[in-house]
């Protein structure tokens, strides 16, 4: 898992903390007084092997996932997946529709 660094500043009020992780862990990260509660996405290989029938991802038989902070390819925002090792990053679902509209 990456490493989170926060800044003094980030404490002076309880606004700038919860910012801070929502900047690391995606918008839809909730930041409570003790604690906070992110979203743990799938990544396409685990989705494969949970709902099989998915053309664009074949079944992978694969057991080794680990939760990763991983970077979109374009805009660089952060979000927590349950992904294999090799993966380093996504494509966020902005990005997504971006490009698909791009053609």
């Known amino acids: 898992?990456?490493?989170v660094t926060f800044t003094e500043k980030e404490y002076e009020v309880f606004r700038k903390f919860q910012n801070k992780i929502n900047a690391v862990f995606g918008e839809t990260a909730?930041?409570?007084t003790n604690n906070a509660v992110v979203l743990l996405e799938y990544s396409p290989t685990l989705n494969a092997m949970i709902r099989p029938?998915?053309?664009q991802h074949p079944v992978a038989k694969?057991?080794?996932f680990q939760a990763k902070l991983l970077p979109c390819k374009d805009c660089k925002k952060t979000a927590l997946f349950l992904c294999?090792?090799?993966e380093e990053?996504?494509?966020c679902n902005d990005c997504l529709g971006r490009r698909k509209k791009n053609g």
């Open 1 to 3: 898992m990456n490493e």
């Open 30 to 32: 909730y930041v409570g």
């Open 53 to 55: 029938n998915d053309p």
């Open 62 to 64: 694969r057991y080794d």
């Open 84 to 86: 294999l090792p090799e």
């Open 89 to 91: 990053n996504y494509v």
